[in-house]
């Protein structure tokens, strides 16, 4: 049964590989530099804004309009409004980096999920997975049901990274019935 599972593997492996450019499916690799890029814009804006009031509140204290208690005060005053729209800004900056990459995704899911669907097929080896924040029934009957285009592009990322990983790890993922359900899925018996 061993060799058999093995065998299985190896032929679900080649489909895996022939079927996906994991590559393109490394979500949170690709999503990285865009990441650094927005939250640094966050912060200059904030660092901008506190900056522009505090030198404001400065120069009415260098003149005498403003006594240093208010000064002390608005130097405070300012961090809320400045930290309010640098978390604005950084969310929006990142939400815009990550479209284009999003985009991409879901237009590969749509091209694989096509004809009856891709994903399902390896189902029984993310059977047992716990990924965080990933609704895996939920995906997997999309792609059974011809629908993969509605799975959500970081969803489908962290499932097709994880099938890679769990293939190249060896016969221990075709525990129990689950080498005879991946033949089956596969169409290799």
């Given at each position: 049964?061993?060799?058999?599972?093995?065998?299985?593997?190896?032929?679900?492996?080649?489909?895996?590989?022939?079927?996906?450019?994991?590559?393109?499916?490394?979500?949170?690799?690709?999503?990285?530099?865009?990441?650094?890029?927005?939250?640094?814009?966050?912060?200059?804006?904030?660092?901008?804004?506190?900056?522009?009031?505090?030198?404001?509140?400065?120069?009415?204290?260098?003149?005498?309009?403003?006594?240093?208690?208010?000064?002390?005060?608005?130097?405070?005053?300012?961090?809320?409004?400045?930290?309010?729209?640098?978390?604005?800004?950084?969310?929006?900056?990142?939400?815009?980096?990550?479209?284009?990459?999003?985009?991409?995704?879901?237009?590969?899911?749509?091209?694989?999920?096509?004809?009856?669907?891709?994903?399902?097929?390896?189902?029984?080896?993310?059977?047992?997975?716990?990924?965080?924040?990933?609704n895996i029934e939920e995906a997997l009957s999309l792609?059974?049901?011809?629908?993969g285009a509605r799975i959500d592009p970081q969803d489908?990322?962290?499932?097709?990274?994880?099938?890679?990983?769990?293939?190249?790890?060896?016969?221990?993922?075709?525990?129990?019935?689950?080498?005879?359900?991946?033949?089956?899925?596969?169409?290799?018996?």
């Open positions: 049964m061993s060799a058999s599972k093995r065998q299985i593997r190896k032929a679900a492996q080649k489909l895996f590989n022939d079927s996906f450019n994991s590559a393109d499916y490394e979500y949170d690799r690709m999503a990285r530099p865009g990441r650094g890029r927005s939250r640094l814009a966050g912060i200059v804006v904030a660092s901008v804004i506190y900056f522009v009031g505090y030198g404001a509140a400065y120069t009415g204290y260098g003149k005498g309009l403003v006594s240093d208690v208010t000064l002390g005060k608005l130097a405070w005053l300012f961090i809320i409004p400045a930290a309010v729209v640098g978390s604005i800004v950084w969310m929006v900056m990142d939400s815009r980096s990550e479209y284009e990459l999003r985009r991409r995704i879901a237009e590969r899911i749509q091209e694989r999920e096509r004809d009856g669907g891709m994903l399902w097929r390896f189902g029984p080896l993310v059977a047992d997975a716990t990924l965080k924040g990933v792609s059974k049901a011809g629908e489908y990322s962290r499932l097709v990274v994880y099938l890679r990983d769990a293939l190249d790890g060896g016969d221990a993922v075709l525990g129990g019935d689950r080498a005879a359900q991946l033949a089956v899925n596969l169409g290799l018996e």
